[in-house]
């Protein structure tokens, strides 16, 4: 049997590296998709309005420009003014940076303590995995919310505080996914491979467990960035975050809560907003997640 | 009434079937006939469509694709016009369809009995609730299964793989149809389950006077149960006839090569591969879909698909060269050489293994020589697996001695010596799990190299296409994902990646297994190939006797975790001293046996 | 079966006794004066000495845990440092409001989600299914107080005025006898967990339905309402039961925000003032109780989980 094993036609042409040709196609993959596609756009209007924003705002975020509760269109102002006579949509344009920065950040966090922890339970097993796994089921007794406040409770309100609660108790979330995820391919035979070959357990950990994690793990990422978004608007909301008078999304919707029946744009503004951010990311992520469940299957 | 007399059960005329998505063919210009008390073998290798034109008989088709073209007739009735209601009625009622896998095909939410009495109730709902009872302890019965209360409360998983399959097959029978499709009933057995399986099947369709089209890749089993064989390749029908025709004078070069690959229990002849791979619809060549992979290929077999060309009445053969080879098929071949054995390179010693608490493993004493093959059968559950892992280090949990030329090891991998590690090389049964999916085969390999022979990069390259070629693969397969390959590629390197620590013992654990036949035999071929130029050891883990006659110098036979025989293959294979290993034999089915028969 | 029980109420109760130790060293044994967390740095030196007698921070850390724990255990949840009043007076009657509120909220919630999941998956691929999916992923993205707001501003202010922005419910009055109080945040949790659970009975659905097993039952000639309910349904509903056990655990910390949005005298509404006024016994008694929850919940899950699946069910036999 002498012929060359790979036939000439049958095979696709040699491909790029394994990262461009990894992304590349879940990307387009993901893309392909029209839900997907326009979560795209709505996540990224909405990036930019929080980046961009503070630029475009026709007035400073505190200071007073116009009687109190002014309705729309008055004084040349958009959306009229809040209760403190301050531009809404000055405000509005301002108050999204806080909430999208902290819940990145916050992200961040709790994605990269949880893939540690979820890939060494997977891989190391036993005693190890029972310890960080019964850990993780503490934390994940506690809404991340409550976890939070008993925190605050103690503490005070602190931005820096709110980051490391909504990472923190993210991560054992992450842990659980990503943790079933590594146990799948823990038990395929390339594992033993490098098994009886003596690979270093850190190279089994990062060289053969994570490359083939990489698809849930960007859904989870996408997935605790949302409820992230929805978290850390809510402390703000409650006052437990970034404190008045900042100008936040959260923040603002406690401000004009109870002026909503004379100035509804106050609260209409920030909602519509944190309900479009997570709408986008959700939808974007649940597109990458389509895509990537379609390349494992193959198509 | 002889079988020729009997109606025609099945017609089957210009079936085309599309993907949906593409709209390329899976099949097309399918033609077949059944009659009543006849079973037709529809054999074919992976992606070749078969499973895809028995489930049509049913009027079903999986998602993803559709009937485009053509017409199946059931008894006389046209599918294609049939109501939904009427369909229904059709499925189970006069058709009806035994699993490849009863252990997925079974509801595992629903008792048995639930299960075979909804049957009767969708077909036979006019018949009194004390005669359905009674059919369906009639047909368990037919069956060798119990009919007792505490059997039908029973739920699948509480039953053997063999019991799940004859649950299958009396649901099956139970509203006595006139057409039974099965797919491959038998894959997943023991061969002694199996034999029991497939006498159950010939039985009932021989004494209910079924039309039977039984759809399966193993030959030797077809030889043993059809009387009418149609072959399948890429989507088409390539040759179909008379049993004894197609297996005795078969006429289509594919036909012949895969009769060639399969091994024989008497060990005539040696095994031969087909090179290349089968094309996937949308990505078929111009012409005869097999003329890449033929040696008798001619200009026009590149321009047109051959028609079908009668050669005696019912052996019908699409191929223009059918007249030009030679009738009779070779019997004879080189076989494996009487090797050389030298010095004990590795010795299992009174090993003990367990999993948890179980003994699975009951004193096993095993030794290997240098250039020696050795072959460790038994069936599912008999520890083979279990003892190769212990001897590559994966399976640490075991007392006695491995010892690697003369040395103790260590129980697990991580405790041995980088020397042991390297020296002892584990191939894993399934190729599409034993290699990294994220990495290149040139990064695999190169790997390994780096692991055992730190060099720099240039070096490393150079040995990477080394590696390659020793299992026949382009070097241009280095830059190939495995999801890129096909189940041989990948099996090739995977050995590949075993060669390149230059090990003194290649443990195979089921190597070719999860391979078509064609492509088991170029893998065998490659081993044999190996072991002649290198002077190999080797451990060759199967369940399939027949490919140890091919292959291996010495048997060692295991059963339920210990070895009931060993000796060398020629002695076990004539000789057997072991009631086990007489069993196994006579329960193995081959082309050979039944022809005679 | 029965160790296995055994086994995951050990593990509740293991679980239990860690929550109890992160809440009592989130609150209490971190560095720095409880008191003074909870009176502000203004407080005069008598009255943080008194609140300090108050809760045993003169003793260790240790005599101080074992002493909260043996209170909790037994019933005694201590007394509340800003109203001065037993925090079990406080909380009982808004335990039972909440617990209302989330169990009328499951009730609708959890058969609605699996009656559109697997009808999303029956019709799979056609028009309902990408409005309804697409409409069920929107809506599942959504924060709950985002959805409680847009609630109120759509029924009870702006746009129409059908039900009370406030769920007012007069004292010593249980909330199912003012069932207007009830519709609004019941209507809110009801949005936030029907689009999770039912894309999950979807997903599990669709898998089933491409089973060998239910590819078979086809085969077999069986009804089409046969195979989706008697072969599908049975085996795609145990992801459903996990999820909305997970669910069911979220709506305890999904109705912190959802009745602080609409001031229903529940648990969570209680929580958000004792955090404001820093009343630290009555946030660690509100934790303890919101975590036993997810505990119980889970657990009834397992059973469930257990009861509707034969192989798990005869394990052991």
């Known amino acids: 049997m002498s012929t060359p094993a790979i036939t000439a036609g049958a095979a696709p042409a040699a491909p790029p590296s394994m990262r461009q040709r990894q992304w590349s196609v879940l990307l387009r993959a993901t893309l392909r998709q029209w839900r997907a596609r326009i979560g795209l756009a709505i996540f990224v209007i909405m990036v930019l309005i929080a980046l961009v924003g503070p630029l475009l705002a026709p007035h400073s975020p505190n200071v007073f420009v116009s009687a109190p509760n002014s309705p729309a269109g008055q004084n040349g102002l958009l959306f009229g003014a809040d209760s403190l006579g301050r531009d809404v949509w000055s405000r509005f344009l301002h108050g999204g940076g806080s909430v999208l920065g902290m819940s990145l950040a916050a992200t961040l966090i709790g994605v990269g303590l949880g893939l540690v922890v979820g890939l060494t339970a997977a891989y190391l097993g036993g005693v190890t995995d029972e310890v960080l796994m019964r850990i993780s089921d503490v934390f994940m007794a506690f809404p991340q919310i409550v976890l939070a406040l008993l925190l605050v409770t103690a503490f005070g309100p602190s931005v820096g505080l709110i980051i490391l609660i909504v990472g923190v108790s993210t991560a054992p979330r992450v842990a659980r996914v990503i943790r079933g995820a590594a146990l799948q391919v823990v038990e395929r035979d390339f594992v033993k491979a490098a098994e009886a070959v003596g690979e270093p357990r850190r190279r089994i950990i990062f060289g053969e467990l994570l490359p083939n994690v990489t698809s849930p793990l960007l859904v989870e990422v996408g997935l605790r960035l949302t409820y992230s978004i929805g978290l850390i608007a809510a402390l703000n909301f409650l006052g437990d975050g970034i404190q008045p008078p900042a100008a936040d999304w959260g923040v603002m919707i406690n401000e004009n809560r109870l002026a909503v029946s004379v100035q509804p744009w106050g609260v209409l503004l920030p909602v519509l907003a944190i309900a479009l951010l997570t709408i986008g990311s959700n939808l974007l992520t649940d597109g990458f997640a389509r895509a990537a469940i379609g390349l494992d299957r193959g198509e | ?597 | 079966m029965t160790t296995f029980l055994l086994r995951r109420v050990l593990l509740g109760l293991l679980t239990l006794f860690l929550v109890s130790i992160v809440v009592f060293a989130a609150t209490q044994a971190l560095p720095g004066n409880a008191a003074v967390a909870i009176l502000g740095r203004n407080a005069t030196p008598a009255r943080v000495a008194a609140l300090s007698r108050q809760l045993h921070l003169d003793r260790s850390v240790v005599s101080q845990y074992t002493h909260w724990l043996g209170g909790i255990v037994s019933g005694n949840l201590g007394t509340s440092a800003a109203t001065q009043q037993p925090v079990s007076h406080l909380i009982s009657a808004r335990i039972l409001n909440s617990a209302f509120l989330v169990i009328v909220s499951a009730i609708i919630a959890v058969p609605l989600s699996i009656a559109l999941g697997v009808w999303m998956a029956v019709r799979r691929d056609k028009p309902a299914d990408h409005i309804l999916s697409t409409t069920t992923l929107a809506l599942a993205s959504l924060p709950d107080f985002v959805i409680g707001l847009a609630l109120a501003l759509l029924l009870a202010t702006n746009v129409a005025h059908v039900f009370p922005a406030v769920s007012i419910v007069p004292p010593g009055e249980h909330a199912w006898n003012v069932p207007k109080a009830v519709v609004l945040p019941a209507l809110t949790l009801i949005i936030a967990v029907t689009p999770y659970i039912s894309r999950i009975m979807r997903a599990s659905m669709i898998e089933v339905l491409e089973s060998e097993y239910v590819t078979m039952a086809r085969l077999k000639g069986l009804p089409n309402r046969t195979v989706i309910w008697r072969h599908a349904v049975p085996n795609a509903i145990v992801p459903a039961i996990q999820v909305s056990a997970l669910q069911l655990a979220y709506m305890a910390g999904g109705v912190v925000l959802v009745e602080y949005v609409f001031s229903f005298p529940g648990i969570g509404a209680q929580l958000v003032d004792s955090v404001g006024n820093r009343d630290i016994p009555v946030v660690q008694a509100l934790a303890i109780i919101i975590a036993a929850v997810y505990v119980v919940v889970n657990l009834v899950a397992d059973l469930l989980t257990i009861v509707v699946t034969p192989r798990l069910r005869t394990a052991g036999r």
């Open chain 2, 1 to 597: 009434m002889t079988v020729a007399q009997q109606p025609t059960a099945v017609t089957v005329r210009e079936l085309k079937i599309d993907l949906v998505s593409s709209g390329a063919d899976i099949v097309d210009a399918i033609m077949l006939d059944v009659r009543a008390g006849e079973v037709l073998g529809l054999v074919g290798e992976s992606g070749s469509g078969k499973t895809t034109v028995g489930m049509a008989l049913m009027g079903y088709c999986r998602p993803g694709g559709r009937v485009t073209g053509g017409e199946i007739l059931i008894d006389g009735r046209p599918l294609a016009t049939m109501a939904a209601a009427e369909l229904r009625r059709l499925r189970g009622g006069t058709v009806s369809y035994i699993p490849q896998d009863p252990g997925t095909a079974l509801n595992p939410a629903l008792r048995i009995g639930r299960q075979l009495s909804e049957m009767l109730d969708a077909h036979s709902a006019d018949t009194s609730e004390e005669d359905r009872r009674a059919r369906m302890r009639e047909t368990l019965d037919e069956v060798a299964l119990p009919g007792t209360d505490e059997f039908l409360r029973r739920y699948p998983h509480q039953l053997s793989g063999g019991q799940q399959q004859r649950v299958a097959i009396a649901m099956a029978f139970a509203c006595r149809p006139h057409v039974i499709v099965c797919d491959e009933p038998t894959t997943g057995l023991d061969v002694t389950t199996q034999a029991r399986v497939l006498e159950t099947v010939r039985d009932l369709c021989r004494s209910h006077q079924v039309a039977a089209v039984y759809v399966s890749h193993d030959l030797a089993v077809v030889a043993e149960l059809a009387d009418h064989v149609a072959v399948m390749y890429s989507g088409r029908i390539v040759e179909r006839g008379a049993r004894d025709a197609i297996f005795s004078q078969p006429r289509h070069p594919y036909t012949r090569k895969l009769l060639r690959a399969v091994p024989d229990l008497e060990g005539r002849r040696a095994v031969v591969g087909i090179a290349g791979r089968a094309p996937l619809p949308g990505n078929r060549p111009a012409g005869c879909f097999f003329h890449p992979r033929c040696d008798l290929a001619i200009d026009r077999c590149r321009e047109q698909f051959p028609g079908p060309t009668e050669l005696e009445p019912g052996h019908i053969v699409h191929c223009y060269r059918a007249q030009d080879a030679p009738a009779e098929l070779p019997t004879t071949g080189e076989l494996a050489p009487a090797a050389q054995a030298g010095d004990v390179v590795i010795a299992v010693d009174h090993v003990n293994g367990h999993y948890g608490s179980h003994h699975v493993l009951f004193d096993i004493d095993v030794t290997v020589r240098r250039n020696e093959c050795v072959a460790l059968v038994g069936e599912s559950g008999s520890g083979k697996t279990t003892l190769a892992r212990c001897i590559a280090g994966l399976h640490g949990n075991y007392t006695g001695d491995i010892k690697l030329g003369g040395e103790r090891l260590q129980e697990s991998a991580r405790g041995r010596t980088a020397q042991a590690r390297k020296q002892i090389q584990y191939v894993f049964q399934n190729p599409y799990a034993s290699l990294n999916p994220r990495r290149t085969v040139g990064q695999t390999i190169a790997r390994q190299l780096q692991l055992f022979f730190p060099g720099n990069r240039r070096e490393t390259g150079r040995r990477v296409a080394e590696c390659l070629e020793r299992v026949a693969l382009s070097a241009a397969a280095a830059n190939r994902y495995p999801d890129q390959l096909s189940g041989g590629e990948r099996q090739r390197v995977a050995i590949a990646r075993a060669l390149a620590a230059e090990p003194s013992l290649l443990v195979c654990d089921e190597v070719t297994s999860a391979l078509d036949v064609s492509v088991q035999a170029a893998i065998v071929e490659l081993l044999r190939d190996l072991r002649t130029q290198t002077g190999l050891s080797m451990l060759f883990i199967t369940h399939n006797l027949a490919l140890i006659r091919t292959i291996a110098d010495r048997v060692v036979v295991m059963t339920e975790g210990r070895i009931v025989e060993s000796g060398p293959t020629l002695d076990v294979f004539t000789s057997p001293s072991a009631e086990y290993t007489g069993r196994l034999l006579a329960n193995t089915p081959t082309v050979e046996a039944a022809l005679q028969r």
